[in-house]
């Protein structure tokens, strides 16, 4: 069954650092997303893009955050220099379908887990 | 601004129970209501998706049911077994034209052996 993935599975940097977090979304979904969870905390919603562009973006999501479709294949979060409280798990997801088709469940990757020091 | 709760936190059954879990939304206006498994240390799985117009979806010993306008959802385990042990999270997605979900907290589910 086909499945979103990410990479690394877990990312441990220096405050100020900057970081690439890679996921790889389902080949024939068109909205791709980016969710975090600080540790016991809900997941909370980042980023969507869709056709090369972001759609919506949370407030979380300033100018620290940046998103990149690079490829056909591969969907990137960057933090350009990382805080403390980035520390999270990173997760992305995607979906199917055209805006407002009945095909959107949004489907995770096992997530990217980040420690800010 | 759309909130989600779910109640309760934690749970611990015995093997074999039938059992719900609770999710509330104070938004009504919602697109579909999604719900997630998520084991320690790892991703979501999606386990329902209920479109605002259904009123449940069925999938195996799991059942989802929707009341929209009351602003609930409910999550129906039959016959529980310990591999049923884990988070589960509710999302709703608000009407509008927004594409992110809104999680609650999740309910932690033990099923004891």
């Known amino acids: 069954e086909p499945e979103v993935t990410q990479t690394p599975s877990h990312q441990v940097t220096q405050m100020g650092q900057e970081v690439i977090l890679r996921c790889v979304p389902i080949s024939n979904h068109l909205y791709f997303y980016w969710y975090r969870q600080i540790l016991g905390q809900k997941v909370e919603f980042l980023v969507s893009?869709?056709?090369?562009?972001?759609?919506?973006k949370s407030e979380i999501f300033d100018d620290q955050f940046s998103v990149e479709r690079p490829d056909g294949s591969n969907f990137t979060l960057k933090i350009r220099s990382t805080k403390l409280e980035d520390s999270a798990m990173y997760f992305c997801?995607?979906?199917?379908?055209?805006?407002?088709?009945?095909?959107?469940?949004?489907?995770f990757g096992p997530g990217t887990r980040l420690l800010v020091l | 601004k759309q909130e989600v709760t779910q109640i309760p936190a934690a749970l611990s059954v015995p093997e074999g129970e039938n059992l719900v879990l609770n999710c509330s939304f104070t938004?009504?206006?919602?697109?579909?209501l999604q719900w997630f498994r998520q084991d320690p240390g790892k991703g979501l799985t999606s386990l329902l998706l209920i479109q605002s117009s259904q009123r449940e979806q069925t999938s195996g010993r799991l059942n989802a049911s929707l009341d929209k306008s009351s602003g609930r959802s409910t999550l129906y385990i039959a016959a529980s077994q310990p591999g049923d042990s884990a988070t589960y999270l509710c999302a709703v997605r608000p009407q509008g034209g927004s594409e992110k979900l809104v999680f609650g907290k999740g309910t932690k589910l033990t099923v004891n052996p």
């Open positions: 997801a995607s979906s199917e379908g055209l805006a407002g088709g009945p095909r959107k469940t949004q489907y």
């Open positions: 938004d009504s206006a919602i697109y579909n």
């Open positions: 893009f869709y056709n090369n562009e972001i759609s919506e």
